[in-house]
């Protein structure tokens, strides 16, 4: 498997687990105390970390770090926005558009040299 696609699979599986251990304690833990929550969510961290590690090491066998970073930002914003709209019913907003088309700009700029 390409080393691109290794990096883009696993970045995504980290960005599901560390979106969740960011917000879905907003849904699922609101009446909880903050130190429930930040408990969970930090037991969910764990679980991105073990992807996120190996996906960057991968990763940079091939692309400067630079490069992973940004392609880690379109990833993060390709999660939360379904996260944001499907599971935790925040409106769809134009202004994720906007994010995501200066994204792909920073991808084009990050990557035209490679």
């Not at 969910?44 to 996906?55: G, K, S, W």
């Not at 926005?81 to 995501?100: H, M, N, Q, T």
Request: with cysteine; proline share 4%.
């Amino acid at each position: 498997m390409p080393v691109l696609v290794q990096t883009i699979l696993l970045l995504t599986i980290a960005n599901i687990f560390i979106t969740f251990a960011w917000y879905a304690h907003l849904k699922e833990l609101n009446h909880q105390p903050w130190f429930i929550a930040a408990l969970m969510s930090w037991a969910i961290a764990l679980a991105e970390y073990l992807f996120q590690v190996p996906a960057n090491r991968i990763g940079h066998t091939q692309f400067n770090v630079g490069q992973l970073k940004i392609l880690q930002e379109v990833i993060t914003l390709s999660v939360f926005i379904p996260v944001s709209v499907f599971y935790l019913r925040e409106p769809l907003k134009w202004d994720y558009f906007w994010a995501g088309l200066c994204l792909v700009g920073a991808v084009y700029f990050i990557f035209r040299n490679a």
